[in-house]
Structure formats: C-alpha cells, structure tokens
C-alpha cells in the first residue's frame, strides 16, 4: 500500500524553481519527522533535507543549503519542499519519508513515496 504521494516534479531549466510536495491520506504527517531524499541515475539515495514533529527544525544537505526550503502545511497534510536556483546536478528522482528520528538515513524512514522525477536542462 502506497502511503506517500510525491507531486511537483518536471522539467525545469537552469536557475528556475519547484515546489515539491509530499501527501498522504492515510496518516497525519504532522506526527512524523518528514524527510526528502533524491536519486539520480548511478547514485545513491541522498537526503536533502528534513523537519522535525518536536519543533519544527529543519535540516539541509549542503548542497542545497540556501536554495531550498522545507515546510509543513497541516491544514492540507503536507510537507513541502521549495527548491529555486535550481542547477543540473538537482536532476534526481526526489522521495519523501516518513519517520520518528530527523536523519539522512534512509533506514530511519519506513513510510515512503514513489517519487517524482525532477530534471533541470537548458
């Protein structure tokens, strides 16, 4: 059983922007600690950012520190990732988990989604 959905992917250029966002209507995500993670072809799943159920803090990887944004939006039951300055090396299939401890493991998360694919090209 599917318990996340991804949305927002496509095809952006050089510099442009998305937001990504995790659903899911099964389950509260304010609950849980809601990470994002990508793979892109040949490498391995990354963690790129995550926010906590305590307190709402949020983490990034440095590769996308300053360039993204991670929120919640509990009226809707989402967690939203909001890239701009978005760069070639960004292109990645991107996931969102669901789990109880705000890491970059993918071990940590049990509830996933199927991702969506993200290419950023001129």
């Known amino acids: 059983q599917v318990q996340l959905v991804e949305s927002g992917g496509g095809l952006v250029q050089p510099g442009g922007s998305l937001r990504l966002s995790c659903a899911a209507s099964?389950?509260?995500?304010?609950?849980?600690?809601i990470a994002w993670f990508r793979e892109a072809p040949g490498k391995g799943r990354e963690g790129v950012s995550c926010?906590?159920?305590?307190?709402?803090?949020?983490y990034y990887a440095d590769s996308v520190k300053g360039r993204t944004t991670i929120s919640r939006d509990n009226a809707k039951n989402t967690v939203d990732l909001q890239m701009s300055s978005l760069k070639p090396e960004d292109t990645a299939v991107y996931y969102c988990?669901?789990?109880?401890?705000?890491?970059?493991?993918?071990?940590?998360?049990?509830?996933w989604g199927q991702g969506t694919q993200v290419t950023v090209s001129s």
């Open positions: 099964e389950f509260t995500l304010e609950y849980y600690d």
């Open positions: 988990a669901a789990g109880l401890i705000c890491t970059f493991q993918a071990t940590d998360f049990s509830s």
């Open positions: 926010i906590s159920v305590s307190d709402g803090s949020t």
